[in-house]
Nanobody, 117 residues
Framework: QVQLVESGGGLVQPGGSLRLSCAASGSNFDSYFMGWSRQAPGKQREFVAK???????TYADFVKGRFTISRDNAKNTAYLQMNSLTLEDTAVYYCNVQSIFGGRNYWGQGTQVTVSS
């Protein structure tokens, strides 16, 4: 059974930084994207970033230059370094692992990120 455990959310001031972690277990994730999406209050969930086991990160336009996704394959863990946070980044951030071949898709429970002065 695939399990995703997110950590690292919290309250931060505008311009600050946070680092999210997502630890995956229950499968071999070599052929999976690991990534993040987010959902702000009253809005639909939106893609943030994803990365293959060999690298090749992909980002949503609104985080380019501010967020960096990385991955430790030995630990089956993905990280999202978030810098220059703005009020608009306030959301629940969800870890996601998805087969690169399509089909299998798993979500974590989410971690709250609140940007506020």
């Amino acid at each position: 059974q695939v399990q995703l455990v997110e950590s690292g959310g919290g309250l931060v001031q505008p311009g600050g930084s946070l680092r999210l972690s997502c630890a995956a277990s229950g499968s071999n994730f070599d052929s999976y994207f690991m990534g993040w999406s987010r959902q702000a209050p009253g809005k639909q969930r939106e893609f943030v970033a994803k990365i293959k086991s060999g690298g090749w990160p992909t980002y949503a336009d609104f985080v380019k230059g501010r967020f960096t996704i990385s991955r430790d394959n030995a630990k089956n863990t993905a990280y999202l370094q978030m810098n220059s946070l703005t009020l608009e980044d306030t959301a629940v951030y969800y870890c996601n692992v998805q087969s690169i071949f399509g089909g299998r898709n798993y979500w974590g429970q989410g971690t709250q990120v609140t940007v506020s002065s």
